[in-house]
């Protein structure tokens, strides 16, 4: 069956451009989280949805990032302003259950690598 | 994250040789998970343990919580070049609406 799929997989952007990212979760996923990879390092949350509503968003480095989940399915996170330090991959994850939940288990997408030039 | 830190940074093993990665949290687990990744790829799920002084296996892989749900281990029975990866720990903490993941552990096995 189809996984969590994430578009798009590369993009190089200038400093200063606004960039969106989609994520496409598993259908039917309750749960869906946002992190950012730096080169060499693990995943730092960014932000974790339950169904639309963002229940968390402690890991948004700064305001110029923003994430939205209206629908409860396809979530995007928006960089407005990108700085080169925002260059990483970002990853999205979904999961059937919630945060919690002792059945709980992400799923990852591919991830998008972002270079801001 | 600094809530867990993952020890080896890298390893490099002669095919065949067991080995063992540790992840310790500075907080309570409420689950503590394991995936692997490879190089421009997503993260790929092992496996999840909640109870402390639970053991699991896959292949020849296991992983075990200990009691005080603090620290876990990743061991790694006559590893194959397959095994080669970047092995990450990550948790849900007790009271925090977040996932937590360690610096992972970058493994090279050599034929």
Redesign the interface.
């Known amino acids: 069956g189809a996984g969590?799929s994430q578009s798009p997989r590369y993009k190089v952007a200038k400093r200063g451009q606004d960039v969106a990212l989609r994520c496409d979760p598993i259908s039917g996923h309750v749960s869906l989280?946002w992190?950012q990879q730096a080169l060499?390092?693990?995943?730092?949350?960014l932000t974790?949805f339950q169904n639309e509503a963002q229940?968390?968003k402690?890991?948004l480095p700064s305001d110029r990032f923003f994430a939205e989940r209206p629908e409860g399915s396809v979530s995007t996170l928006k960089i407005q302003r990108t700085q080169q330090e925002d260059s990483a991959v970002y990853?999205c994850?979904s999961s059937l259950a919630v945060?919690?939940a002792?059945s709980?288990?992400?799923?990852?997408?591919?991830?998008t690598?972002l270079t801001v030039t | 994250?600094q809530e867990?830190e993952?020890s080896p940074q890298s390893l490099i093993v002669q095919e065949g040789k067991n080995l063992t990665i540790n992840c310790t949290s500075s907080k309570t687990l409420?689950?503590l998970?394991w995936?692997k990744q490879k190089y421009?790829?997503?993260?790929?799920?092992l496996m999840?343990l909640?109870k402390g002084g639970e053991e699991k296996s896959h292949e020849k892989i296991t992983a075990k919580l200990d009691e005080k749900k603090q620290q876990s281990s990743l061991h790694i029975t006559a590893s194959q070049p397959s095994h080669a990866g970047i092995y990450?720990c990550?948790a849900?903490l007790w009271g925090f609406?977040?996932?937590?993941?360690?610096?992972?552990t970058k493994l090279n096995v050599k034929p």
């Open positions: 969590v989280f992190y060499g390092q693990g995943p730092e949350f974790y229940l968390d402690s890991g990853l994850a945060l919690g002792t709980y288990e992400q799923y990852f997408g591919p991830g690598r | 994250s867990l993952q409420y689950g998970y995936y421009g790829e997503g993260l790929i799920f999840m909640q990450l990550g849900h609406n977040k996932f937590y993941f360690g610096s992972g």
